[in-house]
């Protein structure tokens, strides 16, 4: 799966931004809905940070330092994944990737995802 994010962009603290993931696939049976899907985070000199997830069936987990003012979803339609993210605070600063695996239970457990986007940077200032 070919994932493609956008979105990213700089803000001011309390400010928010709307991150997108476009999946594509050349594979014979691909379906997006099966898959679950994840955002994570990587700061510079970090590691990477399991930031949101969902799982096929549309249940959502959440990091407890964005819980409350994150949100993820998916348009399965569109192939699509979106985070939408608010209150922003100087240290959500990081690139954001989004993720996918063929399983259809959602984890921010990093190693188990096996397609990734590029990602796209998001920087807060104060």
């Known amino acids: 799966v070919r994932l493609v994010e956008s979105g990213g962009g700089s803000v001011q603290a309390g400010g928010s931004l709307r991150l997108s993931c476009r999946a594509s696939?050349?594979?014979?049976?691909?379906?997006?809905?099966?898959?679950?899907l994840g955002w994570f985070r990587q700061a510079p000199g970090k590691g990477r940070e399991g930031v949101a997830a969902?799982?096929?069936?549309?249940?959502?987990v959440y990091a407890d330092s964005v819980k409350g003012r994150f949100t993820i979803s998916r348009d399965v339609a569109k192939a699509t994944s979106y985070l939408e993210m608010k209150n922003l605070k100087p240290e959500d600063t990081a690139t954001y990737l989004c993720a996918a695996r063929g399983t259809p239970l959602k984890t921010l457990e990093a190693r188990l995802y096996n397609s990734w986007g590029q990602g796209t940077q998001v920087i807060v200032s104060s």
């Open positions: 696939s050349s594979t014979i049976g691909y379906t997006y809905g099966s898959y679950s």
């Open positions: 969902i799982g096929r069936d549309g249940t959502t």
